[in-house]
């Protein structure tokens, strides 16, 4: 820890590769480390690190600051001090604060903006580090960059608490603790750059077995985190909206074509693991996609002025009806269904999925495709087996909807 420390803290990027190297490696083999490290590092000097010229010297420095703003402290009589929890959290802070303020190089050229490529982005804007990352193309190692300085992007607009370790459950002590870090609130460039990069990730696995892979998952929770501040302009946004309907899309189809595990394993998985991290990252893509829709749709009630017959709105009614079905009309698990049919309609918290699909119905628009969609047959469930409330908004679409002016439109099966 003491050497890692004094690397760091010499003027040379070699020094500052090697002891980041070093600080990576004590504090993932030995747990002692975090707590001589911390009181010996000074966290400031992050800033030379990211304002290094040379992104293989910035690397390693990013994945130690990603490493120490995450990680949980376990629970040992040094952790628990007041001294060291103190040092820690302010380490962590000056960490965060760094990679939101810091402007990288000034050498290079200043951040394009992500959609329009011939205009510049101020080079004050919050982010800026992460802006130029996002445009560098040094081969192998953009990626990785990209995605340690994607997951520090979102650990600065969501920090975690200053909260020592313990074994009791603070939720329910009523206790909160603030966070370790005040950073500045993230430009609408920034979210639209993460959904763009999840888009890219998701045209890649189209040439792959794998519908979903961790990377995707990274970047689609991070484009649900940072869409609420602009939930009106995300939602209109067609990369945003696109990314999180044909996330849906892709999940419902394999329920409907009740896929085989083995076809879509991802080469990297342990072969006797491969089951388990295929279904690990389903549930997490199916989720952080309903976290967008969330953030965005929900937030707006775009759901009422949405087109209808845009790609992937077909999968969300369906999926938002299956999942109705299984929570309000749980007959018991059909055992001939296939594991698809089990297990994705039941993702999601269901307070997000009604409300979108209710603020879908009550689409004036489309009400005649609705009405000859399986959209019924969701609030029927609703009116019949939901709460009163539900019940009562519910009935109010179905008299809406089957009005004798209401025929069912040819191409309604397209909703599912």
Request: contains cysteine; aromatic residues 8%.
């Amino acid at each position: 820890a003491r050497v890692a420390a004094h690397l760091l803290a010499r003027p040379t990027p070699q020094a500052w590769c090697i002891g980041s190297l070093l600080g990576t490696y004590g504090t993932i083999l030995v747990p002692p480390f975090v707590t001589r490290f911390t009181t010996r590092f000074k966290a400031d000097r992050i800033v030379d690190i990211l304002n290094a010229s040379d992104y293989g010297i910035q690397l390693p420095g990013l994945l130690l600051t990603a490493l120490l703003t995450t990680i949980k402290l376990p629970m040992r009589s040094e952790t628990i001090s007041v001294n060291f929890c103190k040092a820690f959290f302010e380490m962590q802070g000056v960490l965060l604060e760094a990679v939101a303020m810091s402007r990288g190089n000034n050498e290079a050229p200043l951040p394009q903006h992500p959609s329009r490529p011939s205009e510049v982005l101020p080079p004050d804007i919050p982010y800026a580090y992460v802006f130029r990352v996002f445009q560098n193309d040094q081969g192998p190692l953009d990626t990785l960059l990209r995605d340690l300085a994607a997951y520090l992007a979102v650990s600065c607009i969501k920090p975690p608490a200053a909260q020592p370790p313990t074994l009791a459950d603070p939720a329910e002590a009523g206790r909160q603790f603030p966070p370790v870090a005040t950073c500045p609130q993230h430009p609408y460039e920034l979210l639209l750059m993460l959904a763009l990069e999840a888009g890219t990730e998701q045209k890649r696995l189209q040439t792959t077995p794998t519908p979903f892979s961790f990377r995707l998952v990274l970047y689609t929770y991070a484009v649900g985190l940072t869409a609420p501040p602009y939930a009106r302009d995300a939602a209109e946004s067609p990369a945003i909206r696109s990314l999180s309907l044909t996330l849906m899309d892709t999940a419902m189809r394999l329920v409907d074509r009740a896929a085989h595990p083995r076809n879509l394993y991802a080469e990297e998985d342990p072969p006797e693991e491969r089951n388990l991290w295929l279904f690990i990252r389903t549930r997490a893509t199916v989720i952080c996609a309903l976290q967008v829709l969330a953030g965005t749709w929900g937030l707006t009630k775009y759901g009422t002025r949405a087109n209808l017959d845009e790609t992937g709105v077909g999968a969300l009614i369906k999926f938002c009806v299956a999942h109705i079905t299984a929570t309000f009309h749980n007959t018991g698990q059909d055992p001939t269904a296939a594991a698809w049919e089990r297990f994705i309609p039941r993702l999601g918290k269901t307070a997000d999925v009604v409300s979108l699909f209710l603020s879908i119905c009550a689409n004036e628009k489309w009400a005649n495709k609705i009405a000859g969609s399986k959209a019924v047959d969701g609030l029927r469930v609703l009116k019949k087996c939901g709460p009163h409330e539900l019940q009562q908004q519910a009935g109010a679409h179905l008299n809406r909807l089957e009005m004798p002016s209401r025929m069912p439109s040819p191409t309604g099966i397209g909703l599912g």
